[in-house]
């Protein structure tokens, strides 16, 4: 182990998939033998090793978070350290709000007021859900009509765990309507998850793909204006720190797919010109986020063109220009639609891969079955199932 990819550990999480930004020449990767090699004399894993020093980095202000899509939870999670308080503990929480919500099933509903959740889309396949993303839907569907009936009240949320977030919504949406007289910090946090956090997550389930990224971004920015200046300058710094998919060249892939006439032509040029600015050039780029205009009324229009580097998406680089012109003018994108833009995707390739067996072609074909099988088997009963 000579070299550890560390990654970020917030105050409110010790997961070890969040992605990290390292303040550290422009790098994401920091050397650290002599950590390794204790490390192995012990015999920890890399991935704990990662955990342990991205954690260590943090508390003396080397390394901060950062994160593609999952800057959906960071809001959440952000305003609740704020309103309730730090977490004390893998799962726990400081706060009154924190800690109720590990017990919030057992309480009984209670008479409860409206919030409105117009932003969730309609087209959502409860079929492809799991339990806990059919709880979050269900519980915003009853918040939302002032119904909350017996069986919903009767199930059972995930547990709390600081790595999801999503049964931390379903778990506060549930303390809400079992509070006959909430607090204003509950009050703020349930009509977030209902206007901002639930809406944004069932967009990304429903539009996976990577040419959706900065519409998904441009929704949280969107969703969240309701919030008063204090809490919306919260939640404005988590976005403006993740905003990786809206860089020059994410944003050039969802105008690539915009079905808007007017700013689909804007592409080709934007994309031409970018091609031509980096032309033979053979250094290593920095990928920096860009500065957002939060005030901007589209998602293309989020930062200023004229101050950003110039860049290409990867996934155009070998296609000839005449080419992405005809497939803008025929809606033939479907091929780049077929990337995912969410971290827990790519999360779960990595893993795949690396444990695939040796050989490309043999590779590539236990790939394939793998995939196939998790499409056939989308879940698996555990011991916890069966009433013995």
């Not at 099933?105 to 932003?119: D, R, Y």
């Not at 979050?136 to 009240?153: G, K, N, P, T």
């Not at 959706?212 to 919306?232: D, K, M, P, Q, T």
């Not at 998602?299 to 063109?305: E, G, P, R």
Request: aromatic letters at 10%; glycine letters at 4%.
């Amino acid at each position: 182990m000579e070299l550890l990819e560390l990654n970020s550990m917030s105050s409110s999480s010790y997961t070890d998939t969040d992605v990290i930004t390292l303040e550290y020449q422009s790098q994401n990767r920091l050397d650290f033998p002599t950590l390794a090699r204790e490390c192995d004399l012990y015999g920890i894993s890399d991935r704990a090793a990662a955990s342990i020093a991205s954690a260590v980095l943090q508390d003396i202000g080397i390394v901060h978070e950062g994160e593609t899509l999952h800057v959906d939870r960071l809001p959440l999670c952000h305003l609740l350290n704020s309103l309730d308080g730090a977490t004390t503990g893998p799962t726990e929480f400081c706060g009154p709000i924190g800690k109720a919500i590990k017990t919030c099933e057992e309480l009984p509903v209670a008479p409860f007021s409206s919030i409105s959740v117009e932003n969730i889309p309609d087209n959502i396949d409860r079929m492809v859900l799991s339990n806990d993303q059919q709880y979050l839907y269900d519980i915003c569907l009853a918040i939302s009509r002032v119904e909350c009936y017996f069986d919903l009240a009767l199930k059972k949320p995930g547990s709390v765990a600081h790595s999801r977030w999503l049964t931390t919504a379903g778990r506060i949406l549930r303390l809400n309507v079992a509070t006959e007289k909430p607090s204003d910090n509950l009050i703020i946090l349930a009509t977030f998850i209902m206007k901002v956090y639930a809406p944004v997550w069932f967009h990304v389930k429903t539009k996976p793909a990577i040419t959706e990224g900065a519409r998904h971004i441009w929704r949280l920015i969107s969703f969240s204006r309701y919030l008063e200046s204090n809490l919306r300058n919260i939640v404005d710094t988590v976005i403006q720190r993740n905003c990786f998919f809206c860089h020059p060249e994410n944003l050039l892939l969802s105008m690539l797919t915009d079905k808007r006439e007017n700013v689909k032509s804007l592409e080709p040029r934007k994309l031409f010109c970018a091609r031509n600015v980096n032309r033979g050039s053979s250094q290593v780029r920095i990928f920096q986020v860009p500065k957002l205009d939060f005030n901007e009324k589209d998602y293309f229009a989020l930062i200023n063109w004229q101050r950003v580097g110039r860049f290409e998406p990867p996934l155009l680089m070998n296609v000839p220009f005449k080419e992405i012109v005809a497939m803008v003018k025929v809606r033939k994108t479907e091929e780049w639609s077929k990337y995912p833009c969410h971290a827990q995707a790519v999360e779960r390739c990595i893993r795949l891969v690396s444990e695939s067996v040796y050989g490309e072609e043999k590779r590539h074909g236990f790939i394939l079955n793998r995939i196939q099988s998790r499409s056939l088997i989308k879940y698996y009963n555990t011991k916890k199932d069966y009433n013995l």
